[in-house]
């Protein structure tokens, strides 16, 4: 059974930096094809993808948060890191991080972590 | 505004079927790129409905179906339960942004 758990600070400040980490079981970064997404979802809106890390270290990130995000795995300890600078109040979200059984453009997002909200404010 | 782009609301009564329309452009479904949903009930994380167009995961009710046209895929929910009502969002590919995108989201009603 895989499952995965999002970890981190509720609430940060204005123009700091956010560092999520996903710790997952049931699955294994060094298996080819397999990869961990991160998604999230403000309050009442629709979910936005961000980025995501293959098992070969192939990275992926939303062009639009592109210049504020880094990912990178720890295949030893099961987890994957989410780091997004400068962070804003309109950052302020449910963050989810998600297996990918299988790479492929168009992947799919399978199962989720059951999220970790984070609030931007002073 | 998403670029894929999906009703905010459907309803039906139990027993109904409903349709959920997701649609996008020759830059991501019309190019053939295949297209997820997923189902959000309140207050939990989504959870994979439908994958590569027309795949229901295990443990998925066979009332549940996608089909795609063109730029344009489709959620079908048959015999509509009460527990149905969820919000329903599609996810796709874009190559022009290069990017994972996902719908605007839909609430099922169930009447």
């Known amino acids: 059974q895989i499952t995965l758990k999002e970890s981190g600070p509720t609430l940060v400040k204005p123009t700091q930096t956010l560092t999520l980490t996903c710790t997952f079981s049931?699955?294994?970064?060094?298996?080819?094809?397999?990869?961990v997404g991160w998604i999230r979802q403000p309050p009442g809106k629709a979910l936005e993808w961000l980025a995501l890390i293959f098992w070969n270290d192939d990275k992926y990130y939303s062009p639009s948060l592109k210049t504020r995000l880094t990912i990178d795995k720890d295949t030893s300890e099961n987890q994957v890191v989410l780091k997004m600078t400068n962070m804003d109040p309109v950052d302020t979200a449910t963050y989810y991080c998600a297996h990918i059984p299988h790479r492929k453009l168009a992947n799919w997002f399978d199962p989720w972590g059951q999220g970790t909200l984070v609030t931007v404010s002073s | 505004q998403s670029v894929l782009s999906q009703p905010p609301s459907v309803s039906g009564a139990p027993g109904q079927t409903v349709t959920i329309s997701c649609t996008g452009s020759s830059s991501n479904i019309g190019a053939g790129y295949d297209v997820h949903w997923y189902q959000q009930l309140p207050g939990t994380a989504p959870k994979l409905l439908i994958y590569?167009?027309?795949n229901r995961p295990s443990g998925v009710p066979d009332r549940f179906s996608g089909s795609n046209s063109g730029t344009s895929t489709s959620l079908a929910v048959t015999g509509l339960q009460a527990e149905d009502e969820a919000t329903y969002y599609c996810?796709?590919?874009?190559?022009?942004?290069?990017?994972?995108?996902f719908g605007g989201g839909t609430k099922l009603i169930v009447l």
């Open positions: 996810q796709s590919y874009d190559i022009l942004s290069a990017s994972r995108i």
């Open positions: 049931g699955f294994s970064l060094s298996t080819i094809g397999v990869g």
């Open positions: 590569n167009n027309n």
